[in-house]
């Protein structure tokens, strides 16, 4: 273990310079390559946006809290499989510009 430890310590990152050719106005001029490897790439993070903007404003938009009222059932497709004995509290923060303090009130449960 030591020995690797000691071998990736001692290896410097090279990085590649990639240039990409442009055409006259500055648009990149990308091959099905290139391309195909940009939206693979890519992919997970679009998808996880649009769910998560998608269940925002569903429950109320953007730093809002929404707490259930009604238990789960089979209906619910936000939650791939959601306990139909709990309930859920759920809120979508954007955290870029400032941290944000939420106070929620202690609830009786069985």
């Not at 990409?20 to 990308?30: M, R, Y």
């Not at 946006?49 to 730093?63: C, D, I, R």
């Amino acid at each position: 273990m030591l020995a690797i430890f000691i071998t990736s310590c001692s290896t410097q990152s090279q990085q590649k310079e990639v240039t990409v050719e442009t055409d006259d106005k500055g648009v990149a001029i990308l091959t099905d390559d290139q391309i195909e490897n940009l939206v693979k790439r890519s992919y997970q993070y679009v998808a996880m946006y649009n769910v998560n903007n998608k269940f925002a404003m569903k429950s109320g938009g953007w730093n809002t809290i929404d707490s259930d009222t009604k238990l789960k059932d089979h209906t619910m497709r936000d939650i791939a499989r959601p306990n139909n004995d709990s309930f859920y509290a759920s809120a979508l923060l954007d955290l870029r510009a400032e941290p944000i303090i939420m106070y929620l009130p202690s609830f009786n449960s069985k």
